[in-house]
């Protein structure tokens, strides 16, 4: 690999991060405008919620994010110091990243108190650490493709993520919150949205709620029946926001809550049927697989949502439930993201054909 391009695919990205993303970032996270949106949003949610309590939430959501930014830093550092050697772990490359990562964190918080009415914070230092630590440690937890046990090692990020994401998802898909809500109500004058029972982490029933896509009482006959190929109870509104995905952007607000994750195996119904060449019907609980996909939370998107269409059977989106279970991790969880945002971007989450 010549010079040049391996300046560009490992080093470029830590520079870019450093060099544009933390300034403006951080700018726009101190903001005026960030702190009454997101503690007007918070006040929303928790109505009867103190001064106090606000106050304590947005520190917490500020040190949440600088969290995963110091994180994500360590990553794209030890990627770099990496490079393109197959080793997964070396003891050097993770110092190496982790003393670049915690100086940049004590010059940004020292250049801090050049700024009128900000000081650096040992405190803010600390949180930055802890997120260089987390990443790395993860690392090292798997060294040589070995998984940590009980996922500890990921799950040091997982839940600080999915509450940092979908707190912001929440603040900026309000406006589309409205416009859905009155789309959806025009279409037929019925409810807006569906709170639908679904199967948690470890069976767990909790409400999940939706924009509602389908005609007012779709399941009065046959019950909770998986939906197929050009289903004729989808409505015409229905049909772009299942094809975006935007009908389940409420469930947002069960990431933040901790029901679901932004990714895992999908949240199914309660005796939910499958149906595969009508009438023959079978109720998923007898599906092998079924129990074990409980190991872990049920995701927004997911290995199966991403890479098989929605009509597959249910046998063979089980063995990727499965096949994601036994290989998760954080740097995982971002790519199905960004592919989950290129679907949505290209409205192809109904499609048969390859989505990505």
Do not use: C
Request: glycine residues 8%; hydrophobic residues 45%; without cysteine.
């Amino acid at each position: 690999m010549s010079t040049a391009k391996r300046f560009f695919r490992y080093w470029l990205p830590p520079i870019f991060w450093m060099a544009i993303f933390f300034p403006v970032g951080n700018r726009a996270l101190a903001s005026s405008i960030t702190y009454e949106i997101s503690t007007a949003v918070f006040r929303w949610l928790f109505p009867h919620a103190s001064e106090a309590a606000v106050g304590v939430f947005y520190i917490v959501f500020r040190k949440s994010l600088h969290f995963l930014e110091y994180g994500i830093l360590a990553y794209l550092l030890y990627r770099a110091f990496r490079g393109p050697d197959a080793r997964k772990w070396k003891l050097g490359w993770a110092l190496r990243a982790g003393l670049v990562s915690v100086a940049y964190g004590f010059l940004d918080e020292y250049l801090q108190s050049f700024v009128p009415n900000r000081n650096g914070s040992p405190i803010d230092w600390g949180v930055d650490t802890a997120g260089i630590v987390a990443v790395l440690g993860t690392k090292f937890l798997r060294r040589n493709g070995s998984r940590p046990r009980s996922w500890a090692g990921a799950l040091f990020l997982k839940r600080p993520f999915d509450i940092a994401l979908s707190f912001i998802g929440l603040v900026l898909s309000s406006p589309f919150w409205i416009l859905f809500s009155l789309l959806v109500w025009i279409q037929d004058r019925g409810p807006i949205f569906y709170a639908q029972e679904r199967v948690g982490k470890d069976g767990r029933i909790f409400k999940a709620l939706k924009f509602r896509s389908m005609i007012v009482n779709a399941e009065k006959d046959r019950g909770p029946v998986q939906a197929v190929e050009n289903d004729s109870r989808v409505t015409k509104i229905g049909r772009i926001l299942r094809a975006t995905a935007m009908d389940e952007l409420p469930q947002l607000w069960n990431i933040f809550k901790g029901d679901m994750s932004f990714v895992g195996p999908r949240a199914l119904r309660p005796n939910e049927k499958e149906v595969h060449g009508n009438p023959d019907e079978r109720a998923i609980e007898e599906i092998p697989g079924y129990r074990e996909r409980q190991a872990a939370k049920p995701g927004l998107t997911g290995l199966t949502q991403v890479f098989l269409p929605g009509d597959t059977p249910r046998r063979k989106k089980f063995r990727y439930d499965l096949l994601y279970i036994r290989k998760r991790s954080f740097w995982l969880d971002l790519k199905l993201i960004a592919l989950s945002f290129w679907i949505t971007f290209r409205g192809k989450w109904e499609s048969r054909a390859n989505k990505v």
